[in-house]
Structure formats: structure tokens, C-alpha cells
């Protein structure tokens, strides 16, 4: 298993929210994914409408990887599992530049599913970047 921050931008709308995300956390990346060992990626997606899975085509170029240890993907899926379907939380999303936004128990974005998912708690307090940094700087 691993995970994956987007560092590419996409043109248009998606390609604005992408430098809007990369600008109020101060780093490159916009996005992230778990992958699984089957190849299916899990995440909270704005454009997919909330916690999924999804077969997702990693171009190496547009993404770094984080290798996570093969004991936390039971776990990880299982709670992909129960939270799918829950709708994405982009006022959270938002809150990382604008603090003054409030917080939803019931929303998740990309980077608080996958924090969660791992075992980490206060998930929604990371944003792609923050998650990319503890997670190539810790022993999970």
C-alpha cells in the first residue's frame, strides 16, 4: 500500500483550485490517494462527490509516492469501506487558508480520509502536504 500527492495541475476550474490548495498550504501538492496492493485507490474526491474508490492511472510524473507498511491496508480499507459514499467536505478544504471556517464530523476530504483511514487522529487537521510530510517523516 501506499499513498499518492498529486503535484500536477489540471486545466481550468480544477487546475485554480489546484494552485488555490498548493498556495494556502505552502507546498506542491494538491491531492491525495491510497492505493492499495490491488491497484484501487481510495479518497475524497470534490469531483467524484465524496469518500470512493476509484481505478485511478498514476502517471509518475504528476504524482509522489509515500510506501506505507503492508499492516495498515486492512484497516485502511475497512474504513474506506464504512465511510463510502460520505460527501466531501470542501468548507474544510477551504479552512486550511481561511481558519475561521467551521469543521463537519460528517464531510471528509482527500487528506483527512486518508489520515483517518491510517490510524491518525485528527485527521481533518492535515491537508495534502502536511499528510505528504508526517508520512515520509514518521514509522507507521
Known amino acids: 500500500m501506499r499513498a ?3 503535484k500536477s495541475t489540471r486545466p481550468g476550474m480544477q487546475g485554480i483550485y489546484n494552485r488555490l490548495v498548493r498556495l494556502g ?3 506542491p501538492h494538491s491531492h491525495c490517494e491510497l492505493i492499495f ?3 484501487v485507490a481510495a479518497s475524497a ?13 498514476f502517471n509518475d510524473a504528476d504524482w509522489d509516492f509515500v510506501e506505507l507498511p503492508d499492516h495498515l491496508e486492512p484497516a485502511a480499507r475497512q474504513w474506506f469501506t464504512d465511510h463510502e459514499g460520505q460527501a466531501y467536505d ?12 467551521p469543521l ?8 483527512s480520509a ?13 491537508g495534502p502536504n502536511a499528510l505528504h510530510s508526517v508520512l515520509r517523516s514518521m514509522s507507521i
Open 37 to 39: 496492493s490491488d491497484g
Open 114 to 126: 486518508v489520515a483517518s483511514a491510517l490510524g491518525i487522529s485528527g485527521g481533518w487537521r492535515f
Open 4 to 6: 499518492a500527492f498529486y
Open 90 to 101: 470542501l468548507l474544510g478544504n477551504a479552512r486550511f487558508p481561511l481558519i475561521f471556517l
Open 104 to 111: 463537519s464530523r460528517d464531510k471528509s476530504f482527500c487528506s
Open 45 to 57: 474526491s470534490y469531483m467524484d462527490g465524496g469518500v470512493r474508490f476509484k481505478q485511478i492511472d
Open 25 to 27: 498550504e505552502k507546498g
